[in-house]
C-alpha cells in the first residue's frame, strides 16, 4: 500500500518561511519523480515544483522560482519544500505526488500517487 505524507504547513506571516516534508512509503522511491503541487480556494491544483528520480532534476513553477527549494533524502524515502519569502498569495493547501516514472513532470496526471495534503497560510 503506497502512501504519502506530509507534514510542515501551518501559519506564517509574509516574508516568513516554512518548510514542508513528505514521507513515502510502498514505491522504490529513488526511482519516482516526487513532486510537489498546491491548490487555493476556489482555484485549480497548480505545479510548484518536482525533483526527479535517479538524477534530481529539478523544474520550479516560475511563480516560487528564487523562493522555493525542493529537495529528496532517498535513505528516509522524504521530500522537502523549503519555503522562504512567502505571500499572501502562496496559501494553499500543499500535496506531495509520486509519479512512477524518473522523468520531471508539470502535470499532475502523470503522477500516480497523492498525499492528503497540509495546509499553508499566510498572512498580510
Known amino acids: 500500500q503506497v502512501q504519502l505524507v506530509e507534514s510542515g504547513g501551518g501559519l506564517v506571516q509574509a516574508g516568513g518561511s516554512l518548510r514542508l516534508s513528505c514521507v513515502a512509503s510502498?514505491?522504490?522511491?529513488?526511482?519516482?519523480?516526487m513532486g510537489w503541487f498546491r491548490q487555493a480556494p476556489g482555484k485549480e491544483r497548480e505545479f510548484v515544483a518536482v525533483?526527479?528520480?535517479?538524477?534530481?532534476?529539478?523544474v520550479y513553477a516560475d511563480s516560487v522560482k528564487g523562493r522555493f527549494t525542493i529537495s529528496r533524502e532517498n535513505a528516509k524515502n522524504a521530500v522537502y519544500l523549503q519555503m522562504n519569502s512567502l505571500k499572501p498569495e502562496d496559501t494553499a493547501v500543499y500535496f506531495c505526488?509520486?509519479?512512477?516514472?524518473?522523468?520531471?513532470?508539470?502535470?499532475?496526471?502523470?503522477?500516480?500517487?497523492w498525499g492528503q495534503g497540509t495546509q499553508v497560510t499566510v498572512s498580510s
Open positions: 505526488a509520486a509519479g512512477a516514472t524518473t522523468a520531471p513532470a508539470t502535470q499532475g496526471e502523470r503522477y500516480n500517487h
Open positions: 510502498g514505491i522504490d522511491f529513488s526511482i519516482f519523480k
Open positions: 525533483i526527479s528520480g535517479y538524477y534530481g532534476r529539478i
